[in-house]
């Protein structure tokens, strides 16, 4: 496997065997060249609210502890759309016909194989693109399911979801279903979310369809509870944020001196994580030649979740339009499951 920071050209495709196929979309947005790579931290850490992307979440060590997230008893989301997706997937299935099933951020594919299997129990061919922008959980989930599912195919693309939208290799079945879970659509502000709703528009013929998962709105106690965990672990997941500056642009971030917060802002009907200061002290980031200062008690915005109402999220994707076909909860409404179909 060739190395995606050496690359020369904007395209490479890996045929691995000839059921697994990767391709490599480059672009500005999946630089990790030196000179690219950090700009956005410049930015959020000189912005009179320090800001940092919640792309820093998640380096290894960071990824792992999300995946420790959703098995937290306080977090909700994760357990609640499994159980949604494994109650209809086989509903989802009948009313979709054979699918191409093309999922925005793929990560370790559990939420795939739930609907894998129910198109498998439909018969015909199943065919599954992934797209990540991590290329080696791509490679290594899609090599597991080539494992258990014998007649599936997986063309991987290693991309944002923008580029990867834009440049959809040729459906081979009759339709397809853009999967996109987990409520990470929770993590975009209003606008960056409808760029994204409009790429998949255009992504889709119409008659395909759009599998969306959203949280709701809901008590606050339980949306706090879920991003404050007794044990701590989303604590030390935020707090992981400054460990994966500290490694990728040597800066000198001593976590003990910065405190994770996180608290429902009903306004705006969204969960704020922050990390706070719990001193004055300066920050340098050697490889971005930064110096930032911190008061104490100053706040770095590290992630939004937005939570949503569901009658304004189905007339939002309406009005793009992405009709919504069926809508599914949990028992708890804590959850929604949204299937769109694309209008002609
Ligand atoms: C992966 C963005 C859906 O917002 O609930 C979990 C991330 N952050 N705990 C979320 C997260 C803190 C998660 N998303």
Redesign the pocket.
Known sequence: MQSFRNLPANVIQDQIGDRLQITYLTGPQVSFTPEEDGQDVIAGLTAAQKTLS?KY?YDDRGSEL?EQ??TLPE?Y?TRAEISILSQYAPEIVQITGPCELIELGSGSATKARILLDAYQNLGGSLRYLPIDVSGGALEGSARELLQTYEQLHVHGLVSTYGLALANLPPSLLPFRLIAFL???I??MPPEECQLLLRQITQALEPGEYLLLGA?LQKDRAVLEA??NDRQGV?AA??KNSLSHLNWRFQADFILDQFQHL?FYNPDRHQ?E?YLKSLVDQTVTLKALDLTVKFQAGELILS???RKFDLVELQQDLQSLGLKPIQAWTDGDRFYSLLLCQLQG
């Open positions: 919640p979440l999300f997230i959703c977090y989301p987990g409520s990470s929770g993590n949280d879920a991003y989303t997941f935020n996180s969960i994580i992630e939004v979740s």
